[in-house]
């Protein structure tokens, strides 16, 4: 539909037409556009949840402020990580003080936290790098028990299996121990009668035993080493073995 109006010479002229959508693509001039990007529109303003009903010049690649960088699972995978690369410092810094075995690493690394999965995972990293050997660990404690302790094979036995060492592994390094058990209660007995010179033969007996049995030496070696060392201090023996 057209409106008219009257020109002055009282003619009637049609009045200019407006499109009801605006100028038309061909009509518009062409420096009306403009190379800046054009604002967001408000319906996709935060709290918009139809971005379908975005303004025709809505760019896809723009963002939502509120829209998160990382999910909640990716954090919770980053916490777990650095939860382990601590526990694995812990166990680092326990082995530089003094060895361990497998099942003592891996006692350390559950107590911080640290999955089954991934603490065997680390354990054996580590055994790889020699950082955890139970053989060498058994043959050390030996060496210990024997060389510097004087103790006998039940009491290094013990000290094995308190350490987790595994039986076949236990058993392998008890194997290399000298078969000379009776000699080494005897130097022990020798070296403790001694300090029993203020009391009866009665009790220095029951010490002495006691002393012995602490240190691994039971029954008859035990008992033949004790005799013989307060039979030797009571004759005024020096201690020192002929051969």
Known sequence: ??????DGRGH??????????GVRPAERPAHTVSSVAPAVPRSMERGSSRPEAAHADWHPTWLEDDQPDESPDDEDAQIDADADDLAEKRLLRKL??????VA???KVLTQ??????RAEAIIDEFIRHGYLDD???????VHVGVDRKGQGRQVIAQTLAGRGVPRDI???A???????????ALEFARSRASRLGDVDDTTAMRRLLGQLMRRGYGGSAATTAARTALAERDKGSSGVRFR
């Open 104 to 106: 003592e690493a891996r």
């Open 170 to 172: 236990a058993d392998a």
């Open 12 to 21: 009637e002229s049609p009045a200019a037409v407006i499109p009801l959508f």
């Open 96 to 101: 530089r003080a003094r060895s361990l075995s």
């Open 135 to 141: 053989a060498a660990l058994a043959e050390q404690l």
């Open 112 to 117: 911080n936290d640290v999955s089954a999965h």
């Open 174 to 184: 008890l194997s290399a121990v000298p078969d000379d058990e009776a000699e080494r």
């Open 1 to 6: 539909m057209t409106d008219s109006t009257e």
